[in-house]
T-cell receptor
Framework: GENVEQHPSTLSVQEGDSAVIKCTYSDSASNYFPWYKQELGKRPQLIIDIRSNVGEKKDQRIAVTLNKTAKHFSLHITETQPEDSAVYFCAGGGYSTLTFGKGTMLLVSP | GAVVSQHPSWVICKSGTSVKIECRSLDFQATTMFWYRQFPKQSLMLMATSNEGSKATYEQGVEKDKFLINHASLTLSTLTVTSAHPEDSSFYIC??????????????FGPGTRLLVL
């Protein structure tokens, strides 16, 4: 089955800095890679996703890149703000199921 | 955006009782729903995949007789924790796969149910 590794487990940045979270996957058949943001005690919220036919996708301050050859994908957050503080999960898979990474706790300090 | 509800949001029960959790997709039809379990400060662990009108597919290590799943309609899946014990205490989250806006499908999560078994 799919195995998704996520790094780092924690990330602290100053407000205004950029944050990058990286994930690798094992199953070359995986073709869908969403990113979720989960605030404490709340549900995971989809923030951006990318499919295997695209190498990069951007939505305002958030971007995701995908390298199919190397089997890794990354989340980039620019101009971070305190409200970006949360746990971020990457996931990989396809139509049937998603396998989640272990999560990255992002802390943005004012 | 897509709305997935879960009920109850939290439940406290005595050991040995059964607890039913409902997951509903409110504004779209979901042929497939997923049940996850999340321990504090940990990731989402897939328990089972629930398909409307057929038996659920359980992940390795998940007891199907312990965690009963029923996907009775395109908008409702239920998870019943039978004969609950303290080790079943956890945060249970469902998700529904769909495309509310008509685009490509993705998973939308419910708000979760916090279960505490005394």
């Amino acid at each position: 089955g799919e195995n998704v590794e996520q790094h780092p487990s924690t990330l602290s940045v100053q407000e205004g800095d950029s944050a990058v979270i990286k994930c690798t996957y094992s199953d070359s058949a995986s073709n869908y890679f969403p990113w979720y943001k989960q605030e404490l005690g709340k549900r995971p919220q989809l923030i951006i996703d990318i499919r295997s036919n695209v190498g990069e996708k951007k939505d305002q301050r958030i971007a995701v890149t995908l390298n199919k050859t190397a089997k890794h994908f990354s989340l980039h957050i620019t101009e971070t703000q305190p409200e970006d503080s949360a746990v971020y999960f990457c996931a990989g898979g396809g139509y049937s199921t998603l396998t989640f990474g272990k999560g990255t706790m992002l802390l943005v300090s004012p | 955006g897509a709305v997935v509800s879960q009920h109850p949001s939290w439940v406290i029960c005595k050991s040995g009782t059964s607890v039913k959790i409902e997951c509903r997709s409110l504004d779209f039809q979901a042929t497939t729903m997923f049940w996850y379990r999340q321990f504090p400060k940990q990731s989402l662990m897939l328990m089972a995949t629930s398909n409307e009108g057929s038996k659920a597919t359980y992940e390795q290590g998940v007891e199907k007789d312990k965690f009963l799943i029923n996907h009775a309609s395109l908008t409702l899946s239920t998870l019943t924790v039978t004969s609950a014990h303290p080790e079943d205490s956890s945060f249970y989250i469902c998700s529904a796969r769909g495309s509310p806006s008509g685009g490509q499908e993705t998973q939308y999560f419910g708000p979760g149910t916090r279960l505490l078994v005394l």
